[in-house]
């Protein structure tokens, strides 16, 4: 007897349908075998399979049995069709109805003693089955959060395979998970760092203040101690949260590593904080079964880089693809995926190797050559991709005790919003949401300038040689703060700020 069981996999960051065809035949030496390029760990589903289907109190046939996973040409891995292989023994020798499995995608690693344990990727083959119109979609209890946002879906949760069969077989039904509706969450409000604890460094928060509303890349250049890593920190407070869209597209990320938090999906931004030892497959994604790097696990979020010129130049090199693009292309043996990478890059750097050239106070130790080497560190092309650079001083001992407190994030974050909304109207349509995504055709097409404006960035172009690329980054970061400022077109005022962010070597 024959039984198919649709079951799912992912290839990068989307679902694959996989159907799981299980043959029993009558006659021949009893054996299982997988056919359908499975992995080890699918191999090895035999054994967890054939112990837990006896151990639930059932019976594997002595017969000839037969599991295809297809397509047979793409590769299976991991442990998620442990499930979907033993409910197909099971139906193909009559102890599930088949018609049981109709519209029904089953996902889950099964324990010996038939329970189910959580697997990884359930959240981009929950939207696949919502999309295929497959209605009910059996998961480990764990797993079953991951689909509770997506509509048109029956999510039920799995304790055992004994209880999934009463299910099938119609003795004792399960009742589904409540589906989230995306106007019941609740808004997060708790974050690290509140600007408002942060005392001083009003450039600095100015200039994070812009790079969150236009989703520019920003550089914070200053001594130790400066407060560069609390600002930092504080920026995921200032940026506004995703809608469900972006929701659903950061958490597939996560859900594929297996890192959704408390089993849910992820609510607020990422920030990505990784150390400069990291290597270039850890940054960029990759590696022999390949999977996403920091910058995609900081899509839609923050990609922060302490210590920004102790990242090995190869590293940073890596970062150009993705700055670029807003995502990364990883090429394998049986073709190439794709991660998205969108993310906002904060860099925080010393001016120099010991922290302290250009200190009011303290002197400068390193030697002039190691300097300039420290400084070569990091390459043109990268800084180019970097549209804000600020420098954050030591902070003045009276401003530090003061009690003058600053702006709360939750104000600063409202203006984001609305230049944000201004953005949206501006790009609806476009693959691109913020200024900081636009290229030059986009540039020239959206952006308006004041007469004022034109002449004093034509003196600025000869007065400070600026090159065409810091043109257009002049006129970005100018637009961003029209926007901030519920101006249609970009003012002079506007320029002579965004002049002040670029890098010195530009
Ligand atoms: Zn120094």
Redo the contacts with the bound molecule.
């Keep these: 007897m024959l039984a198919k069981v649709f079951s799912g996999t992912t290839i990068g960051l989307e679902g694959v349908l996989i159907e799981v065809e299980v043959d029993v035949a009558g006659k021949g030496f009893p054996s299982l075998t997988i056919v359908g390029l499975p992995d080890k760990a699918v191999d090895e589903a035999k054994d967890r399979v054939r112990t837990a289907i006896i151990n639930t109190g059932f019976e594997i046939p002595d017969s000839r049995i037969t599991v295809n996973l297809a397509p047979a040409n793409l590769p299976k891995e991991g442990s998620s069709f442990d499930l979907p292989i033993a409910i197909g023994i099971l139906a193909a020798s009559g102890m599930i109805k088949k018609e049981a499995l109709d519209n029904s995608l089953f996902l889950g690693e099964l324990s010996l003693e038939g329970r189910l344990r959580p697997v990884t990727g359930v959240m981009p083959v929950a939207i696949l089955a919502a999309q295929k119109k497959i209605k009910n979609l059996f998961l480990p209890i764990k797993n079953t959060m991951e689909a509770a946002l997506i509509d048109d879906l029956d999510n039920f949760p799995v304790f055992d395979l004994a209880d999934l069969i009463l299910h099938l077989n119609g003795e004792k039904l399960m009742l589904p998970q409540e589906r989230i509706s995306w106007s019941s969450l609740t808004k997060n409000e708790e974050y690290e760092f509140d600007f408002l604890d942060i005392k001083g460094q009003e450039q600095a928060k100015r200039a994070m203040m812009i790079a969150a509303a236009g989703f520019h890349n920003l550089h914070l250049k200053g001594p130790p101690g400066a407060g560069k890593t609390m600002l930092s920190r504080a920026l995921p407070s200032i940026l506004p949260e995703m809608d469900k869209d972006e929701v659903l597209e950061v958490s597939k990320i996560y859900s594929i590593c297996g890192l959704l938090k408390n089993d849910f999906f992820v609510r607020c931004r990422p920030f990505r904080s990784p150390h400069h030892t990291i290597s270039r497959i850890g940054l960029v994604g990759g590696g022999t079964k390949p999977a996403p790097g920091e910058v995609s696990l900081a899509h839609r979020g923050v990609l922060f880089l302490d210590e920004f010129p102790e990242f090995p130049r190869s590293v940073l090199e890596a970062l150009r693809q993705p700055l670029e693009d807003g995502r990364v292309t990883i090429s394998r043996a049986s073709g190439s995926l794709t991660f998205p990478s969108r993310f906002l890059l904060l860099a925080a750097s010393?001016?120099?190797?010991?922290?302290?050239?250009g200190h009011p106070k303290k002197s400068?130790?390193?030697l002039p050559g190691?300097?300039l080497k420290y400084k070569k560190r990091i390459s043109g092309p990268l800084l180019d991709r970097i549209d804000l650079h600020v420098d954050v001083p030591p902070v003045e001992e009276e401003k530090l005790s003061s009690f003058e407190s600053g702006v709360k994030s939750c104000k600063v974050r409202e203006r984001v919003i609305q230049a944000r909304e201004k953005q949206r109207k501006r790009f609806q349509n476009l693959p691109i949401k913020t200024n900081g995504e636009m290229g030059s055709a986009e540039v020239r097409k959206y952006c308006r300038l004041t007469d004022k404006a034109v002449d004093l960035l034509k003196q600025a172009i000869s007065r400070l040689s600026l090159s065409a690329r810091s043109y257009f980054k002049t006129i970005k970061i100018g637009q961003t703060i029209a926007d901030l400022d519920g101006q249609d077109k970009i003012e002079a005022n506007f320029i002579a700020e965004a002049l002040q962010y670029r890098a010195k070597e530009d």
């Design positions: 010393n001016p120099c190797p010991c922290g302290y050239l400068c130790r390193c190691t300097i």
